[in-house]
């Protein structure tokens, strides 16, 4: 086989997590930007020895590249990933898929079209703490699940401008509670109802940025409840994330602050209030993340543990927060229809690996 190449776009704080995994796997990368900061990030890691280059034409990135990260903000993320999939390179894309539902399902509709694999970035289903809980739910440890907490809160981002706009960041449900969101489907199954009420500013006006802070209820299919809470808070807020899951015959709960799994880190130079969770106890749940999805590029028959499906439907229930938020109202979710060739790793019998 000819050596992994990847084609990294974006060279911010997740790009910056995600680049020293794709160098322990052993790939070259191509680190593209529209504003130059590529040269910055490719510059650090060549000095290194590493086989880091920055590249100023995208179609030139998309030529030789095996796969595309897409690191970028939000808003730039469908453009790059169909310009990726028509290429036909398979394509990871960090969370969320797209701010809209039908752009996300235009993304998966695309990448399934074409025959690659297009896999959103949910990290937190690779953090120990997360899998070994969802392990324990699938081996039945807790029973029946009844009602699932959780929390998610830090400094609000500062370091660009675009996630204090609401129409290009989705505010604190889209861009930070869509991690619990995607975690409470995972472990508790297809969501049928939503409602969120949101408080604070969602604009980032003030200086420091105004605290704002959400809290989602979902009602599962199988009946059982979950309530996820996201807080973006002053300069000096922690980060923090729990999670207080009940079922039947258990519960299993989780502190960050009080069981140190993981640490804030920064990869180079880094702006004010920039940090990317990590874990120190354990291998970077970046590269756990990236050697699984480059895994099922080779292996058809492989099935990570998230797929486009899963990346629509977070979509789907953090769109539905947003707008329950917005009217005051609960929000009905039909079942959404899977494509028949997506392989569903939040099946109950498909534990996490």
């Not at 160098?23 to 504003?35: I, K, Y």
């Not at 020895?49 to 897409?70: E, K, M, S, W």
Request: aromatic share 6%; glycine share 10%.
């Amino acid at each position: 086989m000819p050596p992994l190449h990847i084609g990294l776009l974006g060279a911010g704080g997740i790009a910056r997590a995600h680049l020293p995994g794709w160098l322990e796997l052993g790939a070259r990368v191509s680190v593209h930007t529209q504003d130059g900061s590529a040269d910055k990030l490719a510059g650090e890691y060549a000095e290194l020895g590493y086989d880091v280059t920055a590249v100023p034409d995208l179609d030139d990135v998309l030529a030789g590249c095996r796969a595309v990260d897409i690191c970028t903000p939000t808003p730039t993320h469908k453009d790059l990933a169909l310009a990726a999939v028509a290429a036909g390179r398979h394509v990871v894309c960090e969370k969320p898929l797209a701010l809209t539902v039908p752009d996300a399902e235009e993304i998966a509709a695309a990448a399934a079209a074409a025959g690659v694999r297009l896999h959103p970035a949910h990290v937190v289903r690779y953090f120990p703490a997360y899998a070994a809980m969802r392990d324990a739910v699938v081996r039945g440890e807790l029973g029946d699940l009844a009602v699932l907490r959780f929390t998610r809160g830090g400094a609000r981002p500062q370091w660009a401008p675009w996630f204090g706009d609401p129409a290009k960041s989705g505010g604190v449900i889209m861009d930070l509670m869509v991690h619990d969101i995607d975690i409470a489907r995972w472990v508790a199954g297809d969501v049928v109802r939503v409602h969120a009420r949101t408080r604070g500013s969602e604009r980032a006006t003030g200086a420091p940025a105004d605290v704002v802070t959400a809290t989602a209820v979902l009602t599962h299919a199988s009946g059982a409840v979950s309530q996820v809470t996201g807080l973006w808070g002053l300069p000096d807020q922690r980060f923090r994330t729990t999670f207080r899951i009940a079922g039947a015959d258990g519960l299993l709960c989780h502190d960050s602050l009080a069981v140190p799994g993981f640490r804030i880190t920064a990869q180079g130079v880094r702006a004010a209030n920039e940090g990317i969770p990590s874990s120190p106890m354990t291998e970077s749940p970046y590269l756990t993340e990236l050697r699984e999805f480059a895994a099922s590029w080779e292996d058809p028959a492989a099935r990570p543990r998230v797929d486009a499906h899963d990346g629509t439907a977070a979509v789907r229930i953090a769109c539905a927060a947003v707008e329950s938020s917005r009217t005051g109202a609960a929000v009905e979710l039909p079942p959404a229809p899977r494509p028949a060739s997506a392989t569903h790793a939040t099946d109950p019998e498909e534990p996490t690996r």
